[in-house]
């Protein structure tokens, strides 16, 4: 059974930083495009990252390139988001999830872990 | 970058009804078009897949068409369990979503 279970999330001040963590089971993490999606209170999906198999391509919504990090660990099977420079529009939770097809299609989601930037 | 226009944002409609929702792409992407159904407090979860491809275990009322720049996701028979959002999305863009409730 694929399991995506993230970690991380929490209040954190304007400015700050934040490091999400996903642990992958199930699959072979290591052969899937992974990417990071959020969703803000209230509102839509927007994919803010994703990275291939092998860590050598990533891809960064406009919203976050030069604050967000996405990194992977292929021999721990986890994803990470690293979030500095956060911003009260960054509040939202934010989704792990496994993509197939060659970053195509989504097909499994985690439970999210909200994140809060607030003072 | 692509945008995607779904429509409408929100309907509500009968049980037993037809419900049909449109997405349109600001260019052509061939059959690259998913759609996601999320309930209130839970993670999305994939419906259709490369515009009309039935994701294993989804209900046959759910289906979906179109090509190029236009879209269509269509609940053939609507259910109480069927009230959700709907995404659809190409590559990393989401529509806005469509709300459906039941009247």
């Known amino acids: 059974e694929v399991q995506l279970v993230e970690s991380g999330g929490g209040l954190v001040q304007p400015g700050g930083s934040l490091r999400l963590s996903c642990a992958a089971s199930?699959?072979?993490?290591?052969?899937?495009?992974m990417p990071w999606v959020r969703q803000a209170p209230g509102k839509g999906l927007e994919r803010v990252a994703n990275i291939k198999p092998d860590g050598s391509e990533k891809y960064y919504a406009d919203s976050v390139k030069g604050r967000f990090t996405i990194s992977r660990d292929n021999a721990k099977n986890s994803l990470y988001l690293q979030m500095n420079s956060l911003r009260a529009e960054d509040t939202a939770v934010y989704y792990c999830?496994?993509?197939?097809?060659?970053?195509?299609?989504?097909?499994?989601w985690g439970q999210g872990t909200l994140v809060t930037v607030s003072s | 970058d692509i945008q995607m226009t779904q429509s409408p944002s929100s309907l509500s409609a009968s049980v037993g009804d037809r419900v049909t929702i449109t997405c349109q792409a600001s260019?052509?992407?061939?059959?690259?078009l998913n759609w996601y159904q999320q309930k209130p407090g839970k993670a999305p979860k994939l419906l259709i897949y490369?515009?009309?491809n039935l994701e294993t275990g989804v209900p046959s009322r759910f289906s979906g068409s179109g090509s190029g720049t236009d879209f269509t996701f269509t609940i053939s028979s609507l259910q109480p369990e069927d009230v959700a959002t709907y995404y659809c999305q190409q590559y990393g863009t989401f529509g806005g979503g469509t709300k459906v409730e039941i009247k």
């Open positions: 490369g515009t009309s």
């Open positions: 999830a496994r993509d197939r097809g060659g970053a195509t299609t989504i097909d499994y």
């Open positions: 199930g699959f072979s993490f290591s052969n899937y495009w």
């Open positions: 260019q052509d992407i061939s059959n690259y």
